[in-house]
């Protein structure tokens, strides 16, 4: 994995989707929905394209390792990763199970 969360093209990527974000914060809170809610909102926009790319577990991944004082070889930062993608599928597929009765 080694630099390639902090590649150009993943550069671009987060401001397009930070810019996309922040214009549809605006645009909502203008029509007068709640800050709090449009915020949520606007940060769920395109967090699946990040995630199926792997961007999401690479910056999850070095979030921890910046947090825990702590560099991981390529190899490491592979592993890591792995499990990162691994905690979420499993949660995804038992959030699958769950019903919610109103």
């Not at 902090?6 to 007068?32: C, E, I, S, Y």
């Not at 709090?36 to 926009?45: C, F």
């Not at 577990?57 to 890591?80: I, K, P, S, V, W």
Request: hydrophobic share 45%.
């Amino acid at each position: 994995m080694g630099q390639t969360s902090d590649t150009p093209t993943v550069r671009a990527h987060l401001a397009f989707t930070n810019k996309m974000r922040a214009d549809l914060f605006d645009k909502w809170h203008k029509q007068g929905f709640e800050p709090d809610s449009v915020g949520r909102a606007a940060n769920r926009v395109a967090t699946n394209v990040a995630w199926e790319k792997g961007i999401t577990a690479a910056f999850l991944m070095l979030t921890m390792c910046n947090r825990l004082g702590c560099q991981l070889n390529d190899e490491g930062q592979f592993r890591l990763i792995a499990f990162i993608r691994g905690l979420y599928d499993g949660a995804r597929e038992t959030m699958k199970l769950v019903k919610v009765v109103a």
